[in-house]
């Protein structure tokens, strides 16, 4: 499969399909930035770099009532869904707009806090987009603050039959389809590394691990909206289109992560990696 140019945040293998939406809007400040929430002042502005349907952006906004929270996405579909969950939420302090993350208009030094969750190992230029959200935030003091997935661990596994086996063969598909485009599932681990080659100072990155688990009900919705993304999103056509996968297969796994969801004894967690970075200069 060819992959995006290297600068090109639009390289989301799973789009932005209604299952995807669906999933992301499920995500809160609280549950995916609970790390950032201690370093937020009322009168910050925050912006919320590839933000999605514009949740966690949208939940951030009260931790700021004095202040202003703008999510950005290349996605206008994804933006609009962010505008109407504002609104239905009757959140006033926050907007939002399409924008590339690799250059965001916005002048130097102009947010107190940079915010991207879950974007940083969906583009090709991990580096080249730490150093974006670096310049528009404020200098001596501004954060720039993200969180990465990592290691994934299910339960029942491979080591035993049943829908845990099938979904391994998703988690190897995944990992080749991410790579081969030029992208990082693992990213969670190196993002100390990612920031000090974005021109971080090291003594001024703080990390650490954070998890996503899930089990009972939180894991049988987790489940359908994974199912989902293997037969009606954008990595479904990503994997017929490279010949990475046939639709047969990729059925088989939209049955297994169903399965799996609906298992008295399954549970899965995603490990994820958080950093803070605060500019120096």
């Not at 995807?20 to 009322?42: F, G, I, M």
């Not at 399409?98 to 102009?110: N, Q, S």
Request: net charge negative.
């Amino acid at each position: 499969m060819a992959s995006a140019p290297p600068n090109s945040e639009k390289v989301y293998l799973q789009g932005h399909s209604q299952a995807v939406l669906e999933s992301h809007c499920r995500r809160t400040a609280q549950s995916c930035a609970a790390y950032l929430l201690p370093h937020l002042k009322p009168n910050f502005k925050i912006l919320d770099v590839g933000c999605g349907p514009g949740s966690i952006s949208t939940t951030l906004a009260p931790y700021v009532p004095e202040g202003h929270v703008t999510g950005v996405d290349y996605s206008p579909e994804a933006v609009a869904v962010g505008e109407q969950l504002a609104a239905n939420a009757g959140v006033k302090n926050v907007s939002f707009q399409t924008a590339d993350a690799f250059a965001l208009p916005f002048a130097d030094g102009t947010f107190d806090v940079v915010h991207a969750h879950q974007v940083v190992q969906h583009v090709a230029d991990p580096v080249g987009l730490l150093r974006e959200m670096r310049r528009v935030a404020k200098p001596d003091g501004g954060i720039v603050a993200v969180r990465e997935g990592d290691a994934h661990i299910w339960f029942p596994d491979e080591s035993e039959e049943g829908p845990g086996r099938e979904m391994a063969k998703w988690f190897a598909l995944w990992m080749r389809m991410a790579r081969d485009q030029g992208t990082e599932p693992m990213t969670g681990r190196r993002l100390k590394r990612l920031g000090m080659k974005a021109g971080f100072d090291g003594n001024a990155i703080s990390v650490q691990a954070g998890t996503n688990f899930f089990e009972k009900e939180s894991l049988k919705q987790w489940c359908e909206t994974w199912a989902k993304r293997m037969t009606e999103s954008e990595f479904t056509t990503r994997a017929i289109e490279g010949k990475y996968a046939t639709m047969e297969e990729l059925e088989n796994l939209n049955k297994a992560w169903k399965e799996f969801g609906r298992l008295d004894d399954a549970w899965y967690n995603n490990t994820q990696g958080e950093a803070i970075f605060t500019r120096r200069d």
